[in-house]
């Protein structure tokens, strides 16, 4: 599956747009590799995502075409999420 229909469909981003904007700008790598919107995704992948000053690391547990609310979580683990302060504007 495409990496920005996986994001959507796992409910990591919500509009599948977003997700190819974020991806082709570079700010997504898939096993330590910068991803395109197009790159395949498989189980067992490791995904960092930078989202401005949040960076969000997910395993890949399953790949589903389609999912309920409810089950688009078992898509996927969250390995890390932390966020980068600018103490310069204090």
């Known amino acids: 599956m495409r990496l920005d229909k996986f994001l959507k469909t796992a409910r ?3 509009r599948r747009t977003i997700a190819k904007e974020i991806s082709d700008k570079g700010r997504i ?4 590799r910068i991803a395109k919107s197009s790159t395949d995704v ?3 992948d ?3 995502i930078k ?3 949040k960076t969000l690391t997910i395993q ?3 790949v589903l075409e389609t999912t309920k ?6 898509m996927y683990s969250v390995l890390d999420e932390s966020y980068e302060h ?3 504007q204090m």
């Open 60 to 62: 890949v547990h399953e």
């Open 86 to 88: 600018d103490y310069s």
């Open 12 to 14: 990591i981003i919500k």
């Open 51 to 53: 989202f401005g000053n």
């Open 42 to 44: 498989h189980p067992e």
């Open 29 to 32: 790598l898939v096993n330590e």
């Open 46 to 48: 490791k995904i960092v």
């Open 69 to 74: 609310k409810a089950d688009a979580s078992r």
